[in-house]
């Protein structure tokens, strides 16, 4: 694919490699909140045939359907593609689907458009996230990716406030504008990622050594004889020869056990998405007016103007992983923020279910709190967590085939909380938050057993958390992040030793020893 040299070096190139990946995660919560203010919009309603709720329910949940679809289309081509093309397939794919949406005039018409700008945005969360994590140092990683699910919450509240806006135009063009509005962000993205370089892990895995040095120099700002850049090369490469000491690596034995646990990491990736969505944040993202209305009992404009609210603080919320997640780490939040989630589940369910009894308005009215505060703990953890922790948990051979199968778990169960979700509120009003507080508490447990922090490793240091046959990754993790909290730790890779032997080919033929990189890596 051809590239411009639109952005220099060092920062600037870093600032743009943001931006591209930025706008299309805004792009991503646009499309997740603009049905929200949609589906109750008359002509909307008129033009579809006003849809029962099980109809509803599929017309905003093929979407998600098609999400999963575009994971399964990455799993496929991601590797032959490489990430930059990935995602500009994804724009073009995003592109047609709007361009379906915002001319329908039947709901097989419509299911057909939000399918094919699902398969879209499929291919592009399961390629954003791992292109960033891949262009990243270590110790900013946490927060630059999670900065991404930052972007998701901007996206949702442009996309309510728009709607509300446009509901007092009236007339077709109340929905399809902001439907069509899609494809700004698309562009935005299609242009920018001209003057984007590839991964250069993805380059090393390819063969393509002297490509990927040249963007490690470019995207560091540093000559490619760099310490720093040379230390990087070495764990790239010893992540590489380790991983594929057995041949090249086939994607059908992605789920079996190997040296580097590549079935128990692919697991794991999974298990996070599933975790993003199964807590109950897309009854909020897509039906708390449709909640506000028939569940607790507020007019139509209050709900809309409620539930736009409700979304900035999803936005507030994911400031603190941006700014944080380094610090604060990974499971941390995921436990602590599970719980809370449980917790606010739990009220909501309580409190509405006074309903029909003399205190409904007051009880009723009280648990709208409790939907602000969910927002605003779902922003803190599990909104951008999971997003951070799939791409950068997989090892580098199952990397783009993984973060497919890590994704595709978001999609499909955020298609089936979608779905099931506006017959759930109808029928089973308060018991349906029951639900959603048990999935919470039970995975409190599940990530303080299972999965192990992460935080400040380099994405070839995380390999070495699953090759010891002595202690588990949790525990391994654990025990090495309080060394390096006290000042003792140093890379895993170079106290291995596995690294002393090797050679790095510097530029201009030069054969420059290991233990120059070694030097420095503890540096990095």
């Known amino acids: 694919m051809v590239k411009f040299d639109l952005f220099g070096t060092g920062f600037v190139l870093q600032a743009a490699i943001w931006a591209a990946c930025g706008m299309a995660f805004i792009l991503f919560g646009y499309d997740q909140g603009v049905f929200s203010g949609i589906v109750e919009n008359e002509d909307f309603l008129g033009t579809m045939g006003h849809p029962g709720d099980s109809l509803m329910g599929i017309i905003v949940s093929i979407y998600n359907l098609g ?64 292109y960033q994590a891949e262009l990243c140092e270590a110790s900013k990683r946490g927060r630059i990716v999670c900065s991404e699910p930052l972007l998701v919450g901007v996206g949702i509240v442009i996309s309510y406030f728009f709607d509300y806006g446009m509901s007092f135009v009236g007339g077709q063009i109340a929905w399809r504008l902001p439907i069509a509005c899609q494809m700004l962000f ?22 393509r050594h002297e490509e990927a040095l040249q963007i490690l120099s470019d995207v560091y ?30 994607w059908r034995n992605i789920l079996k056990r190997d040296d580097v646990a590549t079935g128990h990491r692919v ?23 449709t909640v506000l209305k028939n569940n607790v009992g507020l007019s139509p404009n209050l709900s809309l103007i409620i539930g736009g609210c409700v979304q900035i603080m999803f936005v507030l919320g994911s400031l603190f992983p941006t700014f944080f997640a380094d610090r604060v780490g990974r499971r941390q939040p995921m436990i602590w923020g599970s719980l809370g989630l449980g917790i606010c589940m739990m009220m909501v369910s309580i409190l509405l279910s006074f309903k029909g009894k003399s205190n409904e308005h007051e009880t009723s009215s009280a648990s709208i709190a409790f939907f602000f505060v969910y927002m605003l703990i779902f922003g803190a953890s599990v909104n951008c967590i999971p997003w951070v922790y799939v791409p950068e948990i997989l090892p580098l051979h199952a990397r783009a085939k993984g973060t497919a199968i890590g994704i595709s778990s978001n999609w499909i169960w ?111």
Request: charged share 20%; with cysteine.
């Open 267 to 289: 697991l794991l990736a999974y298990g996070m998405q599933f975790m993003n969505q199964v807590g109950g944040i897309n009854l909020i993202v897509y039906f708390i007016p």
């Open 414 to 524: 955020n298609f089936f909380v979608v779905m099931i979700t506006p017959v759930i509120i109808n029928r089973l009003q308060w018991k349906a938050y029951l639900i959603f507080m048990c999935t919470n508490f039970a995975f409190v447990p599940l990530v303080y057993f299972c999965y192990p922090e992460t935080a400040k490793l380099t994405l070839e240091e995380i390999d070495y958390l699953f090759t010891d046959k002595d202690k588990s990754p949790v525990k391994l993790s654990l025990e090495l992040q309080k060394e390096r909290k006290h000042g003792q730790g140093h890379s895993i890779v170079v106290d291995t030793g596995i690294l002393r032997n090797a050679s790095v080919s510097a530029p201009g033929g030069q054969e420059k020893n290991q233990s120059t990189s070694e030097e420095h890596l503890e540096h990095v």
């Open 221 to 250: 700002g540093r000559p490619k004889d760099d310490p720093k850049i040379l230390a990087e090369q070495a764990e790239i490469l010893e992540a590489i020869a380790m991983e594929t000491k057995h041949g090249e690596y086939q």
């Open 186 to 207: 698309a562009f935005v993205v299609i242009v920018l990622i001209f003057g984007l370089p590839e991964s250069p892990r993805y380059c090393y895995k390819e063969g």
């Open 67 to 130: 999400c999963f679809t575009g994971c399964i289309v990455n799993f496929l081509v991601a590797d032959w593609l490489g990430r930059r093309r990935a995602m500009w397939l994804a724009m073009v794919w995003v592109i047609i689907g709007a361009t379906l949406q915002c001319s329908a005039f039947g709901v097989p018409h419509m299911m057909v458009g939000r399918f094919v700008t699902g398969i879209g945005t499929g291919i592009e969360t399961s390629t954003v996230p791992m």
